[in-house]
């Protein structure tokens, strides 16, 4: 039976992402979403940092980041644990994981825009649109329609700057599980298991 440092993932294994430092950046992108700051557990040569303090969390553009509060010096060796408990999933875009937000400006005669993600479900309740900040409905013979990433509205917004306003809410993910006794030494890249035996020697260390 295996042994786990904090919470037993229910499926797989905590996630884990190595970075580099090179003495200048201070912004790093991350593999997955986090919610918050002390969803990831952070080390910087083997020394733990502490959330909020020498890191926060964040994203631009559907993509999450860590910004450290100084750059990690050239050549450390950054090691990420995303914490909770982990199913092995393909990774989750911006459209599934949370909110997405579109902006658009109408022009009068245009009824089509394309969405910048594509959403899970073209369903009403997976929306909330706005024209001149006057609340839109979703459905047949209604305000909009959406199909793949395409909003079609009935009657084509008016003229303006930003005037369409396109809230996608959460999904959810599809899981992509891996069957039982299906994967084979070939598959694994020589020395993983080495080195992640050395990070987790220094995680137990780290938590006494």
Do not use: C, W
């Not at 860590?66 to 092995?88: K, T």
């Not at 990774?91 to 969405?115: C, P, Y």
């Not at 006057?134 to 305000?143: E, M, P």
Request: glycine fraction near 10%; proline fraction near 3%.
């Amino acid at each position: 039976m295996s042994n786990y440092i904090g919470a037993e993932p229910s499926y797989g294994v905590f996630d884990r992402q190595i970075l580099a430092g090179n003495g200048t950046t201070t912004q790093f992108n991350l593999d997955f979403i986090v919610a918050q700051p002390s969803s990831l557990l952070v080390s910087i040569d083997g020394v733990i940092q502490e959330p909020e303090y020498s890191y926060t969390t964040g994203q631009s553009s559907g993509v999450a980041h860590i910004n450290f509060s100084e750059a990690p010096d050239n050549g450390a060796r950054i090691f990420l644990i995303y914490m909770g408990r982990q199913v092995l999933t393909a990774q989750a875009s911006a459209a599934i994981s949370q909110t997405h937000f579109d902006e658009f400006n109408g022009n009068g005669s245009t009824t089509a825009f394309t969405l910048t993600n594509t959403p899970v479900s073209g369903a009403s309740e997976n929306f909330m649109v706005y024209v001149d900040n006057v609340y839109q409905r979703n459905g047949s013979g209604l305000a909009f329609q959406v199909s793949g990433s395409t909003i079609t509205f009935t009657s084509a917004p008016p003229s303006g700057t930003k005037n369409v306003q396109v809230y996608q809410l959460n999904g959810v993910n599809t899981l992509n599980t891996i069957a039982d006794n299906t994967v084979s030494v070939a598959k694994v890249q020589q020395g993983v298991f080495d080195q992640a035996e050395d990070d987790a020697t220094a995680l137990a260390i780290a938590l006494g």
